[in-house]
């Protein structure tokens, strides 16, 4: 199997972290990209000597702008002629209550999870285009459609953003046949995910005990997230490269990752259910 070139946002935790090592295992090469370059060398120092020719470091903000990150996928594409797979990885999480929080931290949630998402991707598409097998990875997230928690607002808004922007996405790349593969994970034991602060800039006497609940609530899931995030990357290369638990199957178009992600999707179609009938 010819080796792809993948091209994979927010590089130096979780998820991304996890790409960059399984995708190289593979055969593959693999330009990973993050905000910090000092992390990045960090990530290109511990990977194993064997694999560093296929690994190239681009240090990239894909809040930067569409301008600025199609020079830096412009430089990405001519490292070794190609991309062929773009991954959407990098996103950030910013907790706290949709009233003290306002417009403007969706704003803030949206710069980087929704705009610089279609930012990133509007500046690679031209090199997908030019690949003959080419495919783009959208990590949104179970939150999406598992939005009832309180504080969870922002961030479960901006992935249902990005959930709907890559189902389009994938209907109007069909005709360039780029496929399009949407993540959907649920919790996960990633580095950093619950790394943000509460938004407390604003409060508002009126929410205090449901902030303090909400607080308390995100302050105590680290650590006890059940799902393993290297199998699930594993996973996201099997159907990219049609291997392991994909070899033989159709393109799925959509990879809900975790028993967790799984059993609230099941819940929310049948309270669909019933509400229609």
Request: charged content about 20%; hydrophobic content about 45%; aromatic content about 6%.
């Amino acid at each position: 199997m010819a080796s792809r070139v993948w091209l994979i946002t927010g590089t130096t935790s979780g998820f991304g972290r996890r790409l960059v090592t399984s995708a190289l295992a593979r055969g593959d090469r693999v330009i990973a990209t993050a905000r910090s370059l000092e992390k990045l060398q960090a990530l290109g120092a511990s990977c194993e000597p064997k694999f560093r020719d296929n690994l190239r470091l681009l240090q990239l903000d894909i809040t930067d702008g569409e301008a600025a990150l199609k020079v830096k996928a412009d430089n990405a594409a001519a490292i070794w002629g190609q991309i062929d797979v773009l991954v959407n990885n990098a996103g950030i999480g910013f907790p706290g209550l949709l009233e003290e929080g306002g417009s403007a931290l969706l704003r803030k949630q949206y710069e980087t999870n929704v705009f610089g998402l279609m930012d990133m991707t509007v500046a690679v598409l031209p090199h997908l285009r030019a690949s003959k097998d080419a495919a783009m990875v959208v990590v949104g997230s179970r939150s999406a459609w598992k939005t009832e928690l309180p504080g969870i607002g922002p961030y479960a808004s901006s992935k249902a953003a990005v959930h709907s922007l890559t189902e389009t996405l994938s209907a109007e790349l069909a005709q360039f046949n780029i496929r399009v593969l949407l993540v959907a994970p649920g919790s996960f034991r990633t580095e950093g995910i619950y790394g943000q602060q509460y938004h407390t800039c604003n409060p508002i006497a009126a929410n205090n005990a449901l902030r303090e609940q909400s607080m308390a609530r995100f302050k105590s899931v680290p650590g006890t997230e059940k799902g393993d995030p290297d199998k699930a990357m594993e996973a996201v290369i099997d159907v990219v490269r049609g291997e392991g638990v994909a070899k033989g199957r159709p393109w799925p178009g959509y990879l809900i990752l975790g028993e967790d992600a799984e059993r609230d999707l099941i819940l929310m179609e049948i309270a669909l259910h019933r509400t229609l009938v």
